[in-house]
């Protein structure tokens, strides 16, 4: 049944990748002699833009910036802030809040096996590397992240060049630069670091590479998670358990969103302002409600779910996908998003008992990797210093 599986996310990959548009980046794998992927069988490396290798030198110096406040605005959020080693590289709310109080409009989404993503937020098919992705939170205005501005840039870099540590990194990470520390530089050692969070390692995994055994709970979840009844596995069925899985040996990036029929407040298929997907952006009202579906890795320690963050348990995920869609009974969003026209044929009523739910919950719990949410290597490397 392993194999069979194994053969199944392969063929699966590969139909998205003939269908989708072709990735514009130029891409390769190349890295530092002292960077290793240590990765399972069934994942091979990432993409890796040609200007921005990977090395440990930029590794350390990105995961030092990732938790340090100073590289905000007003010196009081880090990127950590709304990304939890602990909840897997989310934050536990249903929407985050910048540096100055203001909320975002969507749910902070994991950094973690961001390397493999083929698009970056909910909702922006433009966004195809993490190094234009990191130009929202740290120069947005609406709504202000991280307040980095034209204003306030030479104050954010004096406060990195006063501290002790930063000069010798960025040395490190950046040997041939005469002034290594500046903006261009700290967005590649982020990414860097992004790239790096890796997580491969969950019961699910131990239970691929045959180093563990499933329950029977967990294995008849696994069944419907990847069988025709439960159809998870069509939106969730790579490696990453997602839909828009692109590596090193990728010919195209598939660029998948979907409308699952959460909402739908005018009888017609509308969703909140200004959450109604990609049609933000393309105006195509066929587009209303389409989201990008999001890795199952971890998912355990993600709530809340959904592109708002309007879900709090993964029962209440089960239950709305076996309903078909979500009804809303009261409140400034009623409506039946069940019936919502324009919502993703895959998006259909499934007959499924209790205990067939409690099995698909008991299967999305063995994604959980504790290695990811203990490890040093991910960690704050200022926990009781100064940049807190």
């Known amino acids: 049944m392993r194999a069979a599986l194994f053969v199944a996310l392969g063929l699966l990959a590969a139909l998205g990748s003939a269908v989708a548009a072709e990735q514009a980046a130029p891409t390769s794998v190349t890295a530092s002699a002292d960077w290793t992927w240590h990765l399972p069988s069934y994942v091979p490396p990432p993409r890796v833009p040609a200007d921005n290798p990977m090395s440990e030198a930029k590794f350390e110096l990105g995961r030092h910036l990732f938790y340090d406040k100073r590289l905000s605005g007003n010196g009081t959020q880090a990127c950590a802030s709304c990304h939890l080693q602990e909840r897997a590289f989310t934050d536990g709310k249903a929407v985050s809040k910048g540096s100055t109080g203001e909320a975002t409009p969507r749910n902070s989404p994991s950094i973690v096996n961001s390397a493999w993503n083929g698009t ?160 933000e952006l393309s105006g195509d009202p066929a587009d209303m409600g389409k989201f990008r579906a999001p890795s199952l890795r971890n998912v355990a320690l993600t709530a809340p779910y959904m592109h708002d963050g309007s879900v709090a348990t993964l029962e209440e995920v089960v239950e709305i996908y076996a309903a078909g869609g979500r009804r809303i009974a009261d409140g400034p969003n009623v409506g039946d998003g069940r019936a919502n026209p324009l919502k993703s044929d895959l998006i259909v009523k499934i007959e499924m008992s209790k205990e067939e739910k409690a099995d698909l919950v008991a299967f999305l719990r063995t994604l959980t990797d504790e290695t990811l949410i203990s490890s040093p290597r991910f960690s704050d490397p200022w926990a009781g210093g100064v940049p807190h």
């Open 120 to 279: 970056y937020t909910w909702a922006n098919p433009a966004l195809v590397t993490l190094e234009r992705q990191i130009e929202n939170p740290l120069y947005g205005e609406r709504p202000t992240e991280m307040g980095v501005t034209d204003a306030n840039k030479g104050e954010i870099l004096a406060r990195l060049r006063a501290d002790s540590k930063y000069p010798t990194l960025f040395r490190n990470a950046f040997p041939d630069v005469a002034d290594p520390i500046s903006f261009a530089n700290i967005i590649r050692a982020i990414t860097t670091f992004e790239r790096g969070v890796v997580s491969f390692d969950s019961r699910y995994d131990r239970y691929l590479q045959g180093r563990i055994e499933f329950t029977a709970a967990e294995k008849r979840g696994q069944e419907l998670f990847f069988g025709e009844r439960g159809e998870c596995h069509h939106c969730h069925g790579s490696s990453n358990l997602n839909d828009q899985f692109i590596h090193a040996k990728s010919r195209a990036a598939p660029l998948n969103f979907h409308n699952t029929g959460l909402y739908d407040t005018d009888g017609a298929g509308a969703y909140p302002t200004p959450n109604r997907g990609i049609m």
